[in-house]
T-cell receptor, first 113, second 111 residues
Framework: DAGVIQSPRHEVTEMGQEVTLRCKPI?????LFWYRQTMMRGLELLIY????????DSGMPEDRFSAKMPNASFSTLKIQPSEPRDSAVYFC???????????FGPGTRLTVL | EDQVTQSPEALRLQEGESSSLNCSYT??????LFWYRQDPGKGPEFLFT???AGEEKEKERLKATLTKKESFLHITAPKPEDSATYLC????????????FGSGTQLTVLP
């Protein structure tokens, strides 16, 4: 299996622009998680889905952030408009059944100028 | 609220010098405790899951142990390739599936 796939790996954008991050989970996994990692706050959960349905979005920082999962093999995290404080590494992870180890993608490093 | 505290923040060892990393946790009910390894520029890589106090897991030079309040990751005779950040996370009992992560221990093993 190819593992969790994320794109792009790096994104540099200017403040105010829309940013879309993409994730393909491991085939057969029914849970998908979006995390953000910064030096100050570590690894934080933003939102997670079960069978394409958002279950808990309490970690989404504000309305500028939105996430969708239109099918079992694709999810997006969108930031509109982006701000410099959104600069971080964003990870997607997936698992089967929700309990137990989560498998992480390589991450997207976002820089907002 | 679930909390995970890892210590030390950073650790430098000479090759072959054994040591332990600590993960203290506070959770209403523990479903599982997870150890991950993260290399620079990469996503966390799963190492171990521990479910109950007294449980131990081993993989090569790493051994993870669990008590009711903390977990230790013991590194025996480390090599430079063991250099990485080690993350600890907990999953609580109940219906929630999220993991709560600690801030990690950055391990450097010098040749």
């Amino acid at each position: 299996d190819a593992g969790v796939i994320q794109s792009p790996r790096h994104e540099v954008t200017e403040m105010g622009q829309e940013v879309t991050l993409r994730c393909k989970p491991i085939s057969g996994h029914d849970y998908l998680f979006w995390y953000r990692q910064t030096m100050m706050r570590g690894l934080e959960l933003l939102i997670y889905f079960n069978n394409n349905v958002p279950i808990d979005d309490s970690g989404m920082p504000e309305d500028r952030f939105s996430a969708k999962m239109p099918n079992a093999s694709f999810s997006t995290l969108k930031i509109q408009p982006s701000e410099p404080r959104d600069s971080a590494v964003y990870f997607c992870a997936s698992t089967e059944g929700g309990f137990g180890s989560q498998y992480f993608g390589p991450g997207t490093r976002l820089t907002v100028l | 609220e679930d909390q995970v505290t890892q210590s030390p923040e950073a650790l430098r060892l000479q090759e072959g010098e054994s040591s332990s990393l600590n993960c203290s946790y506070t959770v209403s009910g523990l479903r599982g405790l997870f150890w991950y390894r993260q290399d620079p520029g990469k996503g966390p890589e799963f190492l171990f899951t521990l479910y109950s106090a007294g449980e131990e897991k081993e993989k090569e030079r790493l051994k993870a142990t669990l008590t009711k309040k903390e977990s230790f990751l013991h590194i025996t005779a480390p090599k430079p390739e063991d250099s990485a950040t080690y993350l600890c996370a907990v999953q609580a009992t109940g219906s929630a599936r999220q993991l709560t992560f600690g801030s990690g221990t950055q391990l450097t093993v010098l040749p």
